[in-house]
């Protein structure tokens, strides 16, 4: 029999680690991360202060959604609107350098999508109450349907909003309570500072031509015309 040299039989040798394609490749996602939040800053104090670039004669289009509002209110949704900017971009960064660098461990991430995937399904239909508010929210804040200090009308409170968030609207109501509305919740809201509501007046009906005399109350003498006449 003849003998196969030890060298020769174990031939299997470990696969090296790109190390330096790592290094590049979270190098690459925290520098576009960086200058994404940077540029969603940037934007976002613009908004706040202010910025007339909207009120150009070719973004006539997009003016309702940035028309002037008071300082407040205008910081609050720039703000809301940065932060889940911010949070969407960080989540695809991280996401996809995770994915190139199990991809250099040579992992094999067909798996572990189709599993994250099913992950994400289930806890998209566990999770629909606490989506659909977020999603509400967002569509409150970038058509700026209400804000701060606006006397807001819903199907449960009529009152003025103290904070707009993505999940929950916080409203004062006219006796003083304090409500948080789920945005989710939120069918139908009219706002009486954005349009031109004039409070209904309470009359006298006594007043009105045409009303009616006043009742009689029980025992009171009834007094005619005739007796009125020679009175006088």
Known sequence: MTSIPLAEAINIEPEKIDLMAILITV???????????????????????G????????FKWVQPAFRALDHERRSQRAETIGSLLTSLVSVVVVVIVIIYVLKYLDVD?????????????????GAQQLIRDFLAGIFITIEDQYG????????????????????????????????????????????????DYVPLETTDPSDQPGAAAAPV???????????????E
């Open 148 to 195: 701060i200090g606006d006397v807001i009308v819903t199907s449960e409170v009529i009152g003025t909003v103290e904070s707009v968030g993505l999940r929950i609207t916080r409203v004062r109501a006219e006796d003083g309570a304090i409500w948080y509305l789920r945005n989710g919740e939120i069918l139908r809201v009219g706002n009486r500072s954005q349009g």
């Open 51 to 58: 910025s007339t670039f909207f009120k150009k004669p070719h």
């Open 109 to 125: 991430v067909a798996p572990l999508l189709t599993s994250v995937g099913i992950l994400g399904v289930a806890i998209g239909f």
């Open 217 to 231: 109350t029980a025992g009171a003498p009834r007094v005619t015309k005739a007796e009125e006449k020679s009175n």
């Open 27 to 49: 190098g690459v996602g925290l520098a576009v991360w960086i200058v994404a939040r940077f540029i969603i800053l940037r934007i976002t104090r613009r908004v706040s202060a």
